[in-house]
């Protein structure tokens, strides 16, 4: 079975050390008071309730799984409900929302602390609550003011949760095709009629009301993705009071039979004419829902690195007790039989690239997420406008990136192991499983990477991409009196300047040839996190450098960071030299063979 510690020291050191995240909250208003001992004390709570009460019931959720009851209810493993009741206790729920809805009006960068310790403990329960998120964004910013009223309270307090219910079983990423429909009634309600395929935490017996946000057409809209409208659809229809009321015609019709995260119920929803309420405008649903989807991308890549982080800490305390061999330099363990495989070259590689994941990610997602501080606190409107457009540059290459890299990790994880990281008992092969579908739902890695550079980056033709590449050249020009800094510098001024290159190479070639954008967009975005995983290690490396010169009583913790720093340069990121040559090699030894070719 895998244990979970929370990483509070490596946290502190990004929030503090790293962003100054108690100056940056000084700078909003709302946040004045919000000051390192407030936050050190929410997340020295929120890590005990990962550490003691979620993270036992990661097993229990894989091996027991969730049951499907009669009338389409669903039951979720031993454990998991009493955990839930636990965490509405202690006012989670409602910590980063808006207080006229009940909430602490904490900022976002401190509720993704929270969710980091509760995902990275046990992501099929952090599952749970973690779409309510979404949804209450997407209540909050398009729903009127009677859906909020009658909505919003019961989401940010936990006693309801929500989902979101994209997918149709013949339609997969394409939504244009979806076929789910909503016919006016004449109350001015609407009547949801099809199937939703893939809902995470569609069904269960965790709340008494599911809040569903649903995409239909109706009738006469146009067709394709500008005739979807958005929808909320409860499980149990409100009533007047606030409770709740009769039940709805929304109903689980299957439980998804799973690779990995038994522990959450992943649904076949079937809707038979259930009373659903329309958001904003008819035939907007998507552009609205949007708000819920990037909601959950910057959920997705936090699970990347919860991956990352769950594989290092177990392949760490395994390799250091684990005796195999014989180092190649001398014996480290004169008295034992053999030593630690810590020692050997190849476990050391597999655990720096882990934590060189791990941290790095950390530093990335938070950043991310001061940004989203600054989108909805501060009252300075270029600040608010520069912050979006860093916010939905970086949220394609944080899903994607987090997600790539955090599978890889867990893999090395399993790998630390051996043959023992093959077997349950050790729960290594639980993440691997966990972990792989982190690439797939929210938009694949493909999708994410069309996404970054054929819409944000070529359909601005490169202003998408200018004040990020601009951040990093600034970033070096101001590190550059630090001399053991220079090295790292001028290999981020070099990649920086190669990506701006390659992205006008890109949109020359693909006025020739439209695939020229598809054949280089994985490889494209992969580069991109690489290169932002680098300026997040060189920052880390800088941080280091000054907490050494001011003197410290953590000597050790510090040199690690350098040390993963120069890992990372030396054994990560030259891996942006193979990227440069594929993206080079264009799109023809990709289309040139006849679909009839591809034989057997």
């Known amino acids: 079975m895998s244990t979970y510690k929370?990483?509070?020291?490596?946290?502190?050191?990004?929030?503090?050390?790293?962003?100054?995240?108690?100056?940056?909250?000084?700078?909003?208003?709302?946040?004045d008071e919000v000051n390192q001992e407030l936050v050190d004390a929410i997340v020295g709570e929120a890590s005990k309730f990962a550490e003691e009460v979620i993270a036992p019931l990661n097993v229990v959720g894989d091996e027991v799984g969730c049951e499907m009851l009669e009338n389409g209810e669903v039951r979720t493993a031993p454990g998991f409900k009493e955990a839930y009741q636990q965490y509405i206790d202690g006012g989670w729920p409602s910590l980063d929302q808006p207080s006229r809805y009940g909430g602490q009006d904490l900022p976002m960068s401190i509720g993704l602390t929270v969710r980091e310790m509760n995902g990275t403990a046990n992501w099929s329960w952090a599952m749970y609550p973690g779409l309510s998120h979404g949804a209450m964004e997407t209540i909050d910013k398009h729903g009127s003011e009677e859906q909020k009223a009658m909505f919003m309270e019961p989401l940010v307090s936990g006693r309801w949760t929500g989902t979101m219910c994209l997918t149709e079983a013949h339609c997969g990423t394409d939504l244009g095709l979806l076929k789910t429909k909503a016919e006016q009634a004449e109350d001015g309600t609407y009547r949801i009629t099809g199937s939703k395929l893939f809902v995470s935490s569609g069904e269960h017996d965790l709340t008494e009301n599911i809040v569903h946000i649903v995409l239909a057409r109706m009738p006469d809209s146009p067709p394709g993705t500008k005739g979807i409208s958005l929808f909320i659809v409860p499980k149990f229809i409100p009533s007047e009071d606030g409770s709740v009321g009769e039940r709805n015609e929304v109903r689980c019709g299957a439980l998804e039979h799973k690779m990995g995260i038994h522990g959450n119920s992943t649904c076949l929803l079937n809707f038979d004419g259930a009373t659903g309420y329309l958001v904003g405008e008819a035939n907007k649903g998507l552009n609205y829902m949007f708000t819920f989807m990037n909601f959950a991308r910057i959920g997705t890549g936090l699970q990347g690195l919860a991956h990352s982080e769950i594989a290092f800490q177990n392949s760490l305390a395994y390799s250091r007790d684990r005796l195999q061999m014989r180092s190649l330099t001398g014996p480290k363990n004169p008295d034992g039989p053999a030593d630690p495989i810590i020692v050997h070259p190849d476990v050391r590689r597999m655990l720096l690239t882990q934590k060189?994941?791990?941290?790095?990610?950390?530093?990335?997602?938070?950043?991310?997420?001061?940004?989203?501080?600054?989108?909805?606190?501060?009252?300075?409107?270029?600040?608010?406008?520069f912050a979006d457009h860093v916010l939905n540059f970086l949220t394609p290459i944080i899903k994607a990136?987090?997600?790539?890299?955090?599978?890889e990790s867990a893999n090395l994880g399993l790998q630390c192991f051996g043959g023992h990281g093959y077997v349950r008992e050790w729960g290594m092969e639980q993440n691997v499983r966990d972990?792989?579908?982190?690439?797939?739902?929210?938009?694949?890695?493909?999708?994410?990477?069309?996404?970054?550079?054929?819409?944000?980056?070529?359909?601005?033709?490169?202003?998408?991409?200018?004040?990020v590449t601009g951040f990093i050249l600034d970033f070096c020009k101001r590190s550059r009196n630090r001399k053991e800094l220079r090295p790292y510098l001028k290999t981020l001024v070099r990649l920086t300047k190669q990506w701006k290159a390659l992205t006008r190479k890109i949109g020359f070639a693909a006025m020739r040839n439209r695939d020229a954008v598809g054949s280089a967009s994985v490889d494209?975005?992969?580069?991109?996190?690489?290169?932002?995983?680098?300026?997040?290690?060189?920052?880390?490396?800088?941080?280091?450098?000054?907490?050494?010169?001011?003197?410290?009583?953590?000597?050790?913790?510090?040199?690690?960071?350098?040390?993963?720093?120069?890992?990372?340069?030396?054994?990560?990121?030259?891996?942006?030299?193979?990227?440069?040559?594929?993206?080079?090699?264009?799109?023809?030894?990709?289309?040139?063979?006849?679909?009839?070719?591809?034989?057997?």
């Open 6 to 31: 929370a990483p509070l020291r490596d946290m502190r050191f990004v929030m503090q050390d790293l962003l100054n995240l108690e100056k940056h909250y000084q700078s909003l208003p709302a946040c």
């Open 356 to 385: 060189a994941f791990a941290e790095g990610g950390r530093a990335l997602l938070y950043y991310a997420s001061a940004q989203g501080d600054i989108v909805t606190m501060s009252e300075d409107p270029e600040a608010r406008d």
């Open 401 to 407: 990136f987090l997600t790539e890299t955090g599978f």
């Open 435 to 467: 972990a792989r579908i982190s690439m797939l739902y929210e938009g694949t890695t493909g999708i994410q990477a069309l996404d970054l550079l054929g819409r944000k980056v070529l359909g601005t033709r490169g202003k998408a991409l200018t004040p």
């Open 524 to 600: 494209y975005i992969m580069f991109s996190g690489y290169v932002l995983l680098g300026v997040a290690w060189a920052a880390s490396a800088r941080a280091a450098y000054r907490q050494l010169e001011q003197g410290t009583t953590e000597e050790a913790f510090y040199r690690a960071k350098i040390q993963t720093a120069e890992f990372y340069f030396a054994k990560i990121l030259p891996r942006t030299t193979s990227l440069l040559e594929t993206i080079a090699a264009g799109p023809d030894t990709l289309m040139e063979m006849d679909e009839n070719q591809f034989i057997f």
